[in-house]
């Protein structure tokens, strides 16, 4: 399995690129993940015999790949997960989903875990969450269709679900839907683009992650992987609150 890449270290932060099979945290598997990963790096980067801090801001799937950040600080931990609460990174990915997609769009649903899977649930469900993304195909072929995704809201499967909740699935997700196997158990999945502002320095940091894409140009043929993305802007970037709901109030995890 390839490592993840370093795509920025400072006292703060280190930010790096997760290859698809990488756990973002441990579990009871004992498999590689982020931040033991992280805690590793750090000590020999920095010739620490002891412990080194490395936290857990965010999270990315296991089969999919992209930037992440890890606090190198418990501040910087605080402050970043502030900033994931309160919904102000922004954050574009890369599918590619069965079937055909030719325009731009939004799409607003409930969500809510429910028989170990999340669900698309309606509005007055009880255990209901926000979720909102907007999207823009880039290329089609063969029955898929690869789409740039600005995502408004981090929940738990969300562009999974919510693609294949319209008949959408991502390839490689057999879990939604998906008839069409991807690269091993990996997803059509890619966080590429990833802005935050710096826990200290305050300053805007724009991170984007390429590499894996071009894994994608080889199982895809005529897919570019990010020659697509540059011939594409996405216009769709509706705040959550200027959407108008009934109901699935927002709820922290």
Not at 179 to 196: C, E, P
Not at 216 to 240: D, N, Y
Request: charged fraction near 25%.
């Amino acid at each position: 399995m390839n490592e993840p890449s370093v795509l920025y270290l400072d006292n703060h932060l280190l930010v790096i690129g997760k290859p698809a099979g990488f756990l973002s945290q441990g579990d009871h598997s004992g498999d590689d993940d982020v931040i033991s990963w992280s805690k590793n790096y750090l000590k020999k980067a920095f010739s620490k015999p002891g412990n080194v801090y490395a936290g857990l801001v965010h999270r990315l799937d296991r089969p999919v790949s992209g930037v992440m950040v890890v606090a190198r600080t418990s501040k910087a931990a605080s402050r970043l997960t502030a900033q994931w609460k309160n919904r102000t990174p922004v954050k574009r990915y890369l599918a590619i989903v069965e079937g055909h997609l030719d325009s731009p769009g939004e799409m607003k649903d409930c969500i809510a875990k429910k028989d170990q899977k999340v669900r698309v649930v309606s509005p007055s469900h009880p255990a209901g969450k926000k979720a909102l993304l907007s999207f823009n195909p880039v290329w089609s072929k063969n029955g898929m269709t690869a789409v740039d995704i600005s995502l408004k809201t981090g929940r738990p499967h969300q562009i999974r679900v919510q693609f294949s909740s319209r008949g959408f699935p991502l390839l490689g997700d057999f879990r939604y839907g998906a008839t069409r196997r991807f690269d091993g158990k990996n997803l059509a999945l890619h966080s590429y683009s990833l802005t935050f502002e710096h826990p200290v320095k305050k300053e805007e940091m724009n991170f984007t992650w390429g590499s894996p894409l071009q894994v994608w140009s080889k199982l895809l043929p005529g897919f570019k992987g990010r020659a697509h993305l540059k011939q594409t802007v996405i216009h769709l970037h509706p705040e959550p609150n200027q959407f108008e709901w009934n109901g699935c109030e927002f709820q922290d995890r």
